[in-house]
């Protein structure tokens, strides 16, 4: 041992044992003298090392190979490929494991050409079950209210934009690719909706679009069929991209398909409908949402992932984790989009649309839907869009025509009474929207006190909790949900007969969200409001919504409003199935109106004869 001129000792003076080893290079034996002591050539003796590898070069075994890369580690001396398939020229995606996705090889379901005449190869596991893909587990088959699109047939359609295209009228002339068309049978959809017949074909041609149309009539079908066509047509999900192969991201997914929704429930239900309409297409949707262990969604989404449905903030979530990119997206999708862009969701939406990978807007198609548009919220909204397309189905400020909305003035302490009384003259099952969670939370007690079979769901319940609630709602195990504004938007359940705003919201588009949780598909609902002077400044565009959609105004209504002093200031926000904000600015927007007349009063009349004769709406009409 040997000290030099600071003091510092050497172990060794030998000249091979003092130059520095890199740790990933230290097993490698020493063409130089090496000392004894020298730890980096000392022969490793330890009862734990196992397989070939750890023997190299010990007593016995074999002279490990210098420079030894991966392909070389095989035992049977047949070199090792690492990506086997990467030879016959395959760039489609990989699973978590870093195999090629297996319905790309499968080629013993051999089942249809896509567009461009190439042969596309799937396996659907549930191929040859269509009755189960296709049926709602919650329901009872045989038991939902039906579907009667029939009385959209008079709603009017306002369309504009440049070049827009004509609306269909079948689903057999949309030109949709036949395998997305067998699903739509599937699904019993006989004929498109308003929404349908008009977005369709704008979608096809490649457009961007805003569209309004009200609760229940269908707008998750408007963009989920001529998206997936349009994914077909491309050739299928794109391959990764090249600069991802070459630097091995083969555990990260690359979607086509962005869809954003702002509730966990939203986001379920919008995989459930793909998943119905990709049956068989080779497309694989996936759904990610927060509240449940991410690792578990790690694992689905390394499954396949060319739809991704998704919540914001579990969304950025993934992308930071580098779990997805969105280099690939061709279709980014807004559901509910005014609640995405508004003061809770925005900077997340910015985020993921402008700082991520995501392509620009041009570069990608990009869809917005929802039943409200306040025009602040338009024009935010116009950032994300190229050259879009505006649509209304329906008239301005209005909500279906469908729900027989009733509003009561009741004071806060006679609420709960009057609750009682109201539940007991209705059957089928009843959402009742509270203001705050402590509030829902109170009212499920009260009423389990009192011996009603209720439930409830909020935004400080498990995800578990949440989605069992939920589904002993829909099996109608416990007809009466009282929630928060988590089930306000989007949630598709059939036979909800009456919703119960015991708070009234602040806001009216969230009225007109929360009483679109009836009235769907065509089929009647219930909807009565308690309101009192804390909901003074709901009145005047309460009133407005009424006159729109054909419903009886209160006197007291009138008078509040009238004391409220409530001008045309909320008025001009253009609520639901607003105008095109562009027209107000820019004449140049092309217009196009289809049956923009006045509303068959006939109808409606006999609509609302029909709801008080239905036994299964209303059992006992004295109430009224
Ligand atoms: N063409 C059709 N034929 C029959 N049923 C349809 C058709 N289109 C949609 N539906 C059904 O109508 C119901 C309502 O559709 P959807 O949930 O898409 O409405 P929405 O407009 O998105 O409502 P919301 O504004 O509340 O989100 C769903 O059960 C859906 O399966």
Redesign the pocket.
């Known amino acids: 041992m040997t000290q030099d001129a600071y003091g510092a000792r050497n172990v060794s003076t030998n000249e091979s044992t003092r130059k520095y080893i890199p740790p990933h290079l230290r097993r490698e034996r020493h063409t130089g003298e090496e000392d004894k002591y020298d730890r980096v050539s000392f022969p490793r003796n330890n009862n734990f090392s196992r397989g070939p590898g750890r023997n190299f070069g010990r007593e016995g075994f074999p002279e490990e190979p210098r420079n030894r890369t991966f392909e070389d580690r095989r035992t049977d001396g047949r070199p090792m490929k690492r990506f086997p398939w990467k030879e016959n020229g395959y760039k489609g995606g990989f699973s978590e494991r870093g195999e090629p996705n297996r319905r790309l090889l499968n080629r013993n379901n051999r089942e249809w050409k896509d567009f461009t005449g190439k042969e596309r190869f799937y396996a659907d596991p549930f191929k040859g079950n269509e009755n189960k893909h296709f049926q709602d587990d919650d329901i009872e088959p045989g038991t939902t209210t039906g ?1 009667n ?1 029939d009385h959209y047939d008079d709603i009017p359609v306002e369309i504009s934009g440049s070049d827009c295209p004509d609306e269909i009228l079948s689903f057999d002339e949309s030109n949709l690719h036949s395998r997305i068309l067998t699903n739509v049978r599937l ?7 308003p ?2 017949k008009n977005a369709i074909p704008v979608i096809l041609n490649g457009r961007d679009m805003m569209a309004c ?10 963009f989920l069929l001529p998206t997936i066509h349009n994914m077909l047509k491309m050739g299928g999900p794109l391959p990764v991209p090249e600069q991802a192969l070459d630097r091995g991201y083969s555990k990260i997914q690359f979607p086509t398909t962005l869809v954003l929704a702002p509730t966990r429930e ?1 986001a379920m ?1 919008i995989y459930q ?1 793909a998943r119905k309409f990709c049956y068989c297409t080779g497309i694989i949707p996936c759904v990610i949402y927060g509240g449940i262990n991410i690792r578990l969604q790690f694992e689905s989404v390394a499954k396949g992932c060319d739809i991704l449905v998704a919540t914001p903030g579990r969304l950025v979530d993934m992308i930071e984790r580098g779990k997805i990119s969105l280099s690939n997206i061709k279709f980014l999708i807004l ?2 989009a005014d609640r995405m862009l508004d003061m809770g969701f925005e900077p997340q939406i910015r985020h993921i649309v402008e700082r991520t990978d995501m392509p620009a807007t041009g570069e990608r198609q990009t869809l917005m ?3 409200t548009f306040p025009k602040e919220i338009q024009r935010l909204a116009s950032d994300f869009l190229y050259d879009y397309i505006f649509l209304a189905v329906g008239r301005v400020g209005s909500t279906t025509d469908f729900i027989l909305q009733r509003l009561e003035r009741v004071e806060e302490h006679e609420k709960r009474d009057f609750l009682l009384n109201l539940i007991d003259t209705v059957s089928g099952l009843t959402l009742i929207f509270m203001q705050t969670k402590r509030g829902a939370d109170e009212l499920e007690y009260f009423l389990t006190r009192k011996g009603y079979p209720a439930i409830s769901i909020h935004g400080d319940r498990s995800q578990v909790e949440r989605e069992e609630a939920l589904h002993s709602f829909r099996t109608g195990r416990t007809p009466i949900l009282v929630a928060t504004d988590v089930a306000a ?4 359940i ?1 036979n909800v007969t009456h919703v119960v705003n015991f708070d009234m919201p602040t806001d009216v588009d969230d009225y007109v ?1 929360r009483i ?2 009836t009235g ?2 065509g089929n009647s609902g219930l909807a009565t409001a308690f309101l009192n002077d804390n909901n003074i400044g709901i009145a005047k565009s309460l009133i407005d919504i009424l006159i729109e959609s054909g419903q009886e105004v209160p006197i007291w209504l009138e008078e509040m409003a009238e004391r409220a002093q409530i001008n045309s200031r909320r008025g001009g926000r253009g609520r639901f199935g607003g105008k095109d904000f562009r027209r107000e600015n820019n004449s140049r927007v092309e217009r196009k109106a289809f049956n923009s007349g006045r509303r068959n009063d006939s109808h409606m009349n006999d609509h609302y004869r029909n709801m008080n004769s239905s036994d299964n709406v209303i059992k006992n009409s004295a109430w009224f």
């Open positions: 579907i699109f699904s019993k959809y006989l004929k498109p909706t929404v349908q149309a009200q609760t229940g009539s269908g707008k998750t079908a408007a939203l239900q409908e559901d509910e839907f929802s039943a938007r989007g949630l598709d059939p969200h679109g949780r769907r598909a």
